[in-house]
């Protein structure tokens, strides 16, 4: 029996899909223990019944004003007071942009290995064993935390939420916490990206590289991903084109998403942008050039002008 203590992670109000994530991959290893989630921050008590319904035993909610926004001071401080307090065995958190700065930071302050970047997670012989990919996706390598706390963060989009059963009740405790000699604070946060979908956890995206030429070219792809409802991503070398911001970037030096569709527009397919989408579940590719190397990993390939493919696309995915 283990107890599994998970970080709850929460953006513009809502729980983060990878949390779910977290509490499925708890539950695949929990082995009859408790599966605990931490939620950081004021007014966030209405959030525990959901992770409740997913599979929590437990909710310790932190409503600390300094805590409503991510600051690594605070963060740090506030996860490492709730590990000591409900020792758990097993730490899971999504390896989104907070989980790789606060995984690392936490691990160390408490002297724990970290696995990082886990698509999966089992039990062999009793022994929790974490699948991770190495060499830019193209092997996958099994881990496992020799002594100790197991400490991992885990990619989203990879291991998928379990049921929910709305009837499932769950404890809440409210916790009062010490955090002081904050180094940095927060005031505000200016954001930079429009689309109302969430890159790292979205289900479709639709992608553009240098094929799109303009930041002009890039409102058509917004079209495509308005209709599916889909964020958009880009290459590198659209984003060093300054045709969209570096938010966008996907690959190895940018995010790395996991959808379930992936449309790949006027991008080549390097090795470095691979690392970032090549493990998704279906992937388009729309290129001139029948020799792209995007079209090796791809499982649908479309010859052709995206600027004539793209918008025929968009008029057909409307009928629907
Ligand atoms: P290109 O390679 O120039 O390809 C453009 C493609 O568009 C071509 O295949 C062309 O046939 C096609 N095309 C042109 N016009 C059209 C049209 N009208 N219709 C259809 N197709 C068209 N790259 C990343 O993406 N992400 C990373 O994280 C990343 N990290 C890197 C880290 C390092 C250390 C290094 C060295 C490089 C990294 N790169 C990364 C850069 C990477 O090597 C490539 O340079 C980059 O991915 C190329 O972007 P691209 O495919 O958009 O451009």
Known sequence: MRTVLILAEIKDDKLRNVTFECVAAA??????????????????????????????????????HLLNMYTPDAYTQAFVQVIETID????????????????????????????????????????????????????????KIQEGRVFATIRPNNIGVGEMDTGRPVEQKNVTLDIQDLRTMIKDVVRKTTSGVDLAEAKVIVSGGRGVKSAEGFAVLQELANVLGAAVGASRGACDAGYCDYSLQIGQTGKVVTPDLYIACGISGAIQHLAGMSNSKVIVAINKDPEAPIFQVADYGIVGDLFEVVPLLTEEFEKA
Not at 30 to 35: F, M, N, T
Not at 36 to 51: D, K, P, Q, T, Y
Not at 98 to 121: C, E, Q, T, W
Request: proline share 4%; net charge neutral; charged share 20%.
């Open 27 to 64: 539950q695949k290893i929990a082995d009859g223990g408790k599966i605990i989630a931490a939620v950081f921050g004021e007014n966030r008590s209405s959030h525990s019944a959901i992770l409740g319904y997913y599979g929590a035993d437990q909710v310790y909610v932190v409503p600390h």
């Open 88 to 143: 758990p065995d097993v730490i899971f958190m999504g390896h989104t942009s907070i989980g790789k700065d606060l995984a690392p930071r936490v691990a160390a302050r408490l002297g724990l290995g970290l696995v990082s970047d886990s698509i999966d997670v089992a039990l062999e012989d009793g022994e929790i064993i974490f699948t991770r990919p190495i060499y830019a996706g193209k092997a996958f390598q099994k881990k």
